[in-house]
């Protein structure tokens, strides 16, 4: 009895079919690495901008109350500012009269030579200085 073509071919899986599955399942996955990283630096990014519209909050508070804007945290956190506004990034306020203020937070979020940087001042507009 003569078996057909087909049936004496060997049934499996060659090298290179699973080392182009491996392939593509790596460039998937890596693919998905990249975005994670992004996403979670967008999330600090948000967090920070949220914290800085607190600090414009607070300003605008104290500025209510005592008749001008403050450069001292200590003075914001008695109006109710967090004492911890984000643990990635660095909060200082930068200047700051009684007509007008500039709070800045900066932080470096993959550990490059870059560093992200926002500002609020006065008006209440969050500005993105630099995008780490």
Do not use: W
Not at 1 to 26: D, H, N, P
Not at 109 to 130: F, K, M, P, R
């Amino acid at each position: 009895m003569r078996q057909s073509r087909a049936a004496q071919t060997r049934a499996g899986v060659s090298f290179i079919e699973l080392s182009i599955v491996l392939l593509i399942i790596a460039l998937l996955t890596l693919g998905g690495l990249v975005k994670v990283r992004e996403a979670k630096k967008n999330a600090c990014r948000i967090r920070a901008t949220v914290a800085l519209e607190d600090v414009h909050r607070m300003e605008i508070l104290h500025a209510a109350v005592h008749s001008g804007y403050t450069a001292d945290f200590a003075a914001l956190r008695s109006l109710g500012l967090a004492e911890n506004l984000d643990p990635l990034y660095r909060f200082e306020l930068i200047s700051s009269d009684p007509e007008a203020f500039t709070c800045s937070a900066a932080a470096n979020l993959d550990g490059d030579a870059q560093v992200d940087s926002l500002a609020v001042n006065e008006t209440g507009v969050v500005l993105t200085l630099v995008k780490d």
